[in-house]
């Protein structure tokens, strides 16, 4: 087996690959599963008997029927929906156990993703994406294509035993149905580092069967910014701050573990000098007031300034930083293709005006945001973290690719009329997922 780099122009498109290993070519076709992003799963939501919110008295003690949609909110809901939604939606560190790490924030309520394996489960999100794979042969009928929906609001640690059974189940179904051919793995954005946890905790000898390629679509390696801002003020990157409320955006984002999870990670200890070009140093300034410095290493404070240091945040800081995935970040072992866009302006941090004031939460505005390379979202560090994998990709002799694209966008490369940069990238992918089945 050998590692090349090809680096080719075409026009003004960059493209760049460098490869681990190789496939061999074959004319089967791969089921395809679809994992989402950050907030596109549908969830349902039960509650019986659960507490009245002192706060929003009027929202629901119990649900009828026993399942309602939490997430996306309804069209057509009122303030007073929009006042219950986001405290349906906040969760909490489990106070009786680390298993599961994190449980809603209101008692005897039950949250599960709406119609696992279905597309109705991301709503019309990914309809683009699925109707240009029908258009290329495979189907939602046949069982060739399909989606993994995922509670978003909780790491990967809080969900393996349910997300984890599921997906294991809906992998082989497929693997079944079409004539014991290994699947296709396609997550985007932040559904990336769910499946990397869901690989990691699979055997060898399940993978190499059932696993054909696992496509990580613009990946969050080493966490991102973005969270960061939404987190402290409520912006959120690419929205015109007048189309929605930054308090709504601010208090959804801290009631979520998912967040803090998502931030910038921190070189320590712990991790191998390979890891160092891809995290964010111990100093490495991200948030700045007149009066306080932020690095990766002080989220504690932060949260102390913003005056959210309550025993539950800080807790909610420790748990997630228990997690696992994104801190050993062991190579996920099956053929491997990373997709990363460069060269598009992404935050990289922020400078507030106003020291943070504790009493009035999401009021600091958008802040001086600087800019660095990435692809919109995610720095280009952390997308290209996954380059740390080579050897032990080469121990398991399976490939990794890593396809990178001037001025490609945030999760872009499969959705159609996204410009040339995006189709290259599509039917690039599509050769090494045509190319999977063993």
Same mark, same amino acid.
């Given at each position: 087996?050998?590692?090349?780099?090809?680096?080719?122009?075409?026009?003004?498109?960059?493209?760049?690959?460098?490869?681990?290993?190789?496939?061999?070519?074959?004319?089967?076709?791969?089921?395809?599963?679809?994992?989402?992003?950050?907030?596109?799963?549908?969830?349902?939501?039960?509650?019986?008997?659960?507490?009245?919110?002192?706060?929003?008295?009027?929202?629901? *003690?119990?649900?009828?029927?026993?399942?309602?949609?939490?997430?996306?909110?309804?069209?057509?809901?009122?303030?007073?929906?929009?006042?219950?939604?986001?405290?349906?939606?906040?969760?909490?560190?489990?106070?009786?156990?680390?298993?599961?790490?994190?449980?809603?924030?209101?008692?005897?309520?039950?949250?599960?993703?709406?119609?696992?394996?279905?597309?109705?489960?991301?709503?019309?999100?990914?309809?683009?994406?699925?109707?240009?794979?029908?258009?290329?042969?495979?189907?939602?009928?046949?069982?060739?294509?399909?989606?993994?929906?995922?509670?978003?609001?909780?790491?990967?640690?809080?969900?393996?035993?349910?997300?984890?059974?599921?997906?294991?189940?809906?992998?082989?179904?497929?693997?079944?149905?079409?004539?014991?051919?290994?699947?296709?793995?396609?997550?985007?954005?932040?559904?990336?580092?769910?499946?990397?946890?869901?690989?990691?905790?699979?055997?060898?000898?399940?993978?190499?069967?059932?696993?054909?390629?696992?496509?990580?679509?613009?990946?969050?390696? !080493?966490?991102?910014?973005?969270?960061?801002?939404?987190? *402290? !003020?409520?912006?959120?990157?690419?929205?015109?701050?007048?189309?929605?409320?930054?308090?709504?955006?601010?208090?959804?984002?801290?009631?979520?573990?998912?967040?803090?999870?998502?931030?910038?990670?921190?070189?320590?200890?712990?991790?191998?000098?390979?890891?160092?070009?891809?995290?964010?140093?111990?100093? %490495?300034?991200?948030?700045?007031?007149?009066?306080?410095?932020?690095?990766?290493?002080?989220?504690?404070?932060?949260?102390?300034?913003?005056?959210?240091?309550?025993?539950?945040?800080? %807790?909610?800081?420790?748990?997630?930083?228990?997690?696992?995935?994104?801190?050993?970040? %062991?190579?996920?072992?099956?053929?491997?293709?990373?997709?990363?866009?460069?060269?598009?302006?992404?935050?990289?941090?922020?400078?507030?005006?106003?020291?943070?004031?504790?009493?009035?939460?999401?009021?600091?505005?958008?802040?001086?945001?600087?800019?660095?390379?990435?692809?919109?979202?995610?720095?280009?560090?952390?997308?290209?973290?996954?380059?740390?994998?080579?050897?032990?990709?080469?121990?398991?002799?399976?490939?990794?690719?890593?396809? %990178?694209?001037?001025?490609?966008?945030?999760?872009?490369? !499969?959705?159609?009329?996204?410009?040339?940069?995006?189709?290259?990238?599509?039917?690039?992918?599509?050769?090494?997922?045509?190319?999977?089945?063993?």
């Amino acid at each position: 087996m050998k590692s090349f780099t090809v680096v080719c122009f075409c026009g003004l498109v960059m493209f760049s690959r460098t490869t681990v290993g190789a496939f061999e070519s074959t004319p089967r076709l791969s089921p395809i599963i679809v994992v989402p992003g950050f907030a596109v799963s549908y969830l349902q939501y039960s509650l019986n008997h659960s507490n009245p919110l002192p706060n929003t008295p009027w929202c629901k *003690t119990s649900t009828s029927p026993t399942w309602e949609q939490l997430s996306p909110l309804p069209q057509g809901s009122s303030l007073d929906d929009l006042a219950c939604y986001v405290e349906n939606m906040k969760m909490q560190p489990n106070p009786h156990s680390i298993h599961p790490p994190f449980i809603p924030s209101r008692v005897n309520m039950s949250v599960r993703p709406w119609e696992f394996g279905s597309f109705n489960s991301s709503g019309t999100t990914l309809s683009d994406m699925v109707a240009r794979l029908v258009s290329d042969g495979w189907s939602t009928e046949n069982y060739t294509l399909a989606c993994a929906p995922y509670d978003f609001r909780v790491p990967p640690d809080g969900l393996n035993a349910s997300l984890f059974v599921m997906l294991k189940d809906l992998v082989e179904r497929m693997y079944i149905s079409n004539g014991n051919t290994s699947t296709t793995l396609w997550a985007l954005s932040d559904g990336t580092p769910y499946i990397l946890a869901f690989l990691q905790s699979m055997p060898d000898e399940w993978k190499d069967q059932y696993i054909g390629l696992f496509v990580a679509d613009s990946p969050v390696w !080493s966490g991102t910014v973005s969270p960061l801002l939404t987190f *402290t !003020s409520g912006y959120i990157p690419g929205f015109n701050r007048s189309s929605f409320d930054a308090s709504i955006a601010c208090s959804l984002a801290r009631g979520f573990p998912s967040t803090p999870w998502l931030f910038p990670r921190v070189l320590n200890t712990s991790q191998s000098s390979g890891d160092a070009a891809y995290l964010w140093g111990p100093n %490495e300034t991200i948030v700045t007031t007149p009066n306080a410095t932020y690095t990766a290493a002080n989220y504690s404070l932060l949260l102390r300034d913003l005056g959210i240091a309550s025993n539950e945040s800080l %807790e909610t800081l420790a748990r997630v930083a228990l997690d696992t995935t994104l801190s050993t970040f %062991e190579a996920p072992g099956v053929n491997t293709v990373v997709v990363v866009g460069s060269d598009v302006p992404t935050p990289v941090g922020v400078s507030y005006p106003s020291p943070f004031d504790a009493a009035l939460a999401c009021s600091c505005g958008a802040g001086n945001i600087t800019y660095g390379n990435g692809d919109g979202v995610v720095p280009h560090r952390s997308a290209q973290r996954s380059q740390v994998w080579a050897a032990a990709q080469r121990a398991r002799q399976k490939i990794l690719v890593h396809l %990178e694209y001037q001025d490609l966008r945030h999760v872009t490369c !499969s959705f159609p009329q996204s410009g040339p940069t995006a189709d290259a990238c599509y039917h690039d992918v599509l050769t090494y997922v045509m190319n999977s089945t063993a």
